[in-house]
């Protein structure tokens, strides 16, 4: 199992970045996925999940209606488009699979001006 993240970056308060998440050697297509983030000092929170087929998805508070999580089964590929990013969203963020146990190295997001 396999899962790669990217598209983490310094951005400025008020910005957008969207983050990847290849996935490989499981069932992706039947997995629900997940996008965690750590903060220096916090513990690992979830951020967002979404449901095998994309039709479910769930956030936490305090990104909902700024994020959203999506997904490509086509390309194994899940997704979160971030915006109206402040720097409370700074965090290494990763992707986790609930089927299968495993994280992807994390993605540095950094909000900053």
Known sequence: VQLVESGGGL???????????????????SSAMSW????PGK?????????SNGGSTNYASSVKGRF????????NTVYLQMSSLNSED????????????????????????
């Open 68 to 75: 959203t999580i999506s997904r490509d089964n086509a390309k």
């Open 36 to 39: 965690y983030r750590q903060a």
């Open 90 to 113: 700074t965090a290494v963020y990763y992707c986790y699979s609930p089927a299968t146990g495993y994280w992807g190295q994390g993605t540095q997001v950094t909000v900053s001006s």
């Open 11 to 29: 951005v400025q308060p008020g910005g957008s970045l969207r983050l990847s998440c290849a996935a490989s050697g499981f069932t992706f297509s």
């Open 43 to 51: 513990e690992r929170e979830r951020v967002a999940r979404i449901s």
